[in-house]
């Protein structure tokens, strides 16, 4: 019989190419443990209720009214719920043109993209254009529509940070465009230089390639480090300059745990440069519920918002997001819960900023426990992770490492986290699916285990990292750092 045409060999090539190393082979032999009855933690994505992390109650109050209507006409619903998420829970069903079960707007509801817009003009003090703000499932959903519309073919580059999150170079993969890397400085805690943006770029168009748009991650996945204002005003001159579309992804601007360098968006440093940088530069913003003290990732609530987008191209944007009918409304729901918390006087308000500051407070004090656990290990360094939910440390793996994977077919980083792997249950990602520099290791893993099983966590990676460490040297050389 004749191959047919979902037989693999017949496969879309680039679907076989693409890679998304956070749920890997380090992920699917974690799955395989755990039915065999070992205990894995699940570091390998950044998926914060699924280690403990509770639900904040406001939000999930007003989304549980509004997926079952008929609650709010039981005398006895404010016993359970308080009067505010009630009338938050009515006031987004009148938004809705048959509940959550219909259809909203391609773009999402008006209503809810009023209020993001709202959210971004008290955030970087400029007014936003509801108009140009299109709710998505999740942010990933949104960066895959906006790359979509840029790569045109093989010859169109996207300047992509490495190491960096897999979404960007599986998508560029997926649509059959090229990836062009800048590299993080690890040495300067994983800083960007605009000398060696420059330098890719050169490259890329030596062999032909258009770079037609660059991503910055910040905070930064899966390196944790904050861009400062002056990092962005180079970033978006590179970009006036180069003619580049800027991609913020910003899904992690609630998580910060420094104070030396706050979150600060793109946009809001793009409109106080003035013009003509602020007239010229396309920039388009990314936003999640999935992230911040929030961590609802089942629940795929997502934004972009545009800046200096012609009209003829947001209709277009609109016109492919129409094919999909509509982003799911619960998600759209919590983002706007999201954008629109409870304010002071508000019944529910100390409640709120008790829990998210309680998460907050203790991702911080994560983040320290980690890198410090991290930088107590045989041949590993750590940078501190400013903001984000993961540490990415570097492992200084002995020559015998690498000559042990290489005969087991495996990257010599692969084959250390599937051995932490086997004797600790800790499930994290190398760091060869992010990117690194040739001859350097790294693995990630979140911050997102509970506070108080992460001394445990540590301990039981110094004991198996000592113990690697001791079985694999025989002062024949190491990885470079």
Same mark, same amino acid.
């Given at each position: 019989m004749s191959s047919k045409s979902l037989d693999y060999e017949n496969l879309n090539e680039n679907v076989k190419k693409c890679q998304y190393a956070v749920r890997g082979e380090l992920y699917l032999r974690a799955s395989e443990l755990q039915k065999e009855g070992k205990k894995i933690i699940f570091t390998n994505v950044g998926n914060p209720h699924a280690l403990g992390q509770k639900p904040l109650t406001f939000p999930r109050q007003v989304v549980a009214l509004c997926q079952a209507p008929f609650l709010m006409d039981d005398p006895n619903v404010g016993t359970l719920f308080h009067a505010d998420a009630i009338a938050r829970a009515k006031h987004y069903l009148s938004m809705t043109s048959g509940g959550l079960g219909a259809y909203s707007d391609s773009r999402g509801l008006p209503g809810i993209r009023k209020e993001v817009a709202e959210f971004i003009e008290r955030r970087d003090g400029y007014p936003s254009d509801p108009e140009l703000i299109f709710l998505t499932d999740g942010a990933s959903? #949104?960066?895959?529509?906006?790359?979509?519309?840029?790569?045109?073919? =093989?010859?169109? *580059?996207?300047l992509v940070p490495v190491p960096q999150y897999p979404l960007?170079?599986?998508?560029?993969?997926?649509? #059959?465009?090229?990836?062009?890397?800048?590299?993080?400085?690890?040495? =300067?805690?994983? *800083?960007?230089?605009i000398g060696n943006l420059r330098q890719s770029v050169t490259q890329a168009r030596s062999q032909g390639i258009t770079v037609r748009a660059m991503v910055i991650i910040n905070?930064?996945?899966?390196?944790?480090?904050?861009?400062?204002?002056?990092?962005?005003?180079?970033?978006?001159?590179?970009?006036y300059e180069n003619n580049l579309v800027l991609l913020g992804d910003e899904v992690y601007q609630q998580n910060i745990y420094q104070d030396e360098r706050p979150f600060i968006s793109a946009r809001k440093v793009l409109m106080d440069m003035g013009p003509p940088i602020s007239k010229e530069v396309q920039l388009v913003s990314f936003h999640t519920v999935s992230k911040g003290y929030w961590g609802e990732c089942g629940q795929r609530g997502g934004y972009f918002e545009m800046t200096n987008i012609s009209p003829q191209t947001v209709e277009e944007i609109y016109k492919v997001a129409s094919i999909s009918l509509s982003p799911n409304v619960p998600g759209q729901i919590f983002m706007g819960l999201m954008v629109s918390p409870p304010k002071p006087g508000d019944i529910s308000y100390e409640r709120y900023v008790r829990e998210s500051k309680g998460i907050l407070e203790s991702l911080r004090r994560r983040a320290r426990i980690m890198t410090d656990g991290f930088n107590c290990c045989r041949n590993v360094v750590c940078n501190f992770t400013e903001g984000a939910m993961y540490s990415f440390p570097q492992i200084r793996l002995p020559l015998k490492v690498m000559e042990a994977a290489k005969r087991a077919g495996k990257v010599a980083d692969v084959?250390?986290?599937?051995?932490?792997?086997?004797?600790?249950?800790?499930?994290?990602?190398?760091?060869?699916?992010?990117?690194?520099?040739?001859?350097?290791?790294?693995?990630?893993?979140?911050?997102?285990?509970?506070?108080?099983?992460?001394?445990?966590?540590?301990?039981?990676?110094?004991?198996?990292?000592?113990?690697?460490?001791?079985?694999?040297?025989?002062?024949?050389?190491?990885?470079?750092?």
């Open positions: 959903k #949104g960066v895959m529509q906006i790359l979509n519309s840029i790569i045109r073919g =093989a010859h169109d *580059g996207i960007y170079s599986a998508t560029i993969s997926l649509l #059959g465009g090229s990836l062009v890397p800048y590299y993080l400085e690890e040495t =300067a805690n994983w *800083g960007l230089d905070p930064g996945n899966p390196t944790g480090q904050c861009l400062s204002e002056a990092n962005l005003k180079e970033v978006l001159k590179f970009c084959f250390y986290c599937l051995k932490l792997l086997e004797a600790t249950g800790i499930s994290t990602v190398p760091g060869s699916g992010f990117g690194q520099k040739e001859g350097v290791f790294h693995l990630r893993t979140t911050i997102l285990p509970a506070e108080e099983d992460m001394p445990a966590i540590m301990a039981s990676f110094k004991k198996f990292n000592d113990e690697f460490m001791e079985q694999y040297e025989d002062n024949g050389g190491y990885s470079r750092m």
